[in-house]
Nanobody
Framework: QVQLVESGGGLVQPGGSLRLSCAAS????????MAWYRRPRGQERELVAT???????NYADSVKGRFTISRDNAKNSVYLQMNSLKPEDTAVYYC???????????????WGQGTQVTVSS
């Protein structure tokens, strides 16, 4: 019933910027925390940034000061503004949401399909 759809990835030169978006579609659910993860080629998935339902954020040290996570609860969306991009930021980026369907009290993790970000000259 619930699906996360990501957009905004692409190719950018070092020092450039991109804004990723992720929207939850469906009905009869609520969202707690949301997050962005990334998986560089040949490496494990790593946490990039998180944001709670109340707006509290935290970031991986590697992106602190360059990336900003935000959310729009009315649109069931989360965003990642990426500035001063570096080649080491190249990865597939995934959004994650902690979702509680209306038919249960249990919380589930939902994942987007991933969007490629490539930083290269």
């Amino acid at each position: 019933q619930v699906q996360l759809v990501e957009s905004g990835g692409g190719l950018v030169q070092p020092g450039g910027s991109l804004r990723l978006s992720c929207a939850a579609s469906g009905s009869a659910f609520s969202i707690n925390a949301m997050a962005w993860y990334r998986r560089p080629r040949g490496q494990e998935r790593e946490l990039v940034a998180t944001i709670t339902g109340g707006g509290r954020t935290n970031y991986a040290d590697s992106v602190k000061g360059r990336f900003t996570i935000s959310r729009d609860n009315a649109k069931n969306s989360v965003y990642l503004q990426m500035n001063s991009l570096k080649p080491e930021d190249t990865a597939v980026y995934y959004c994650n949401a902690e979702i509680v369907p209306s038919y249960t009290k249990l919380q589930y993790d939902f994942w987007g399909q991933g969007t490629q970000v490539t930083v290269s000259s």
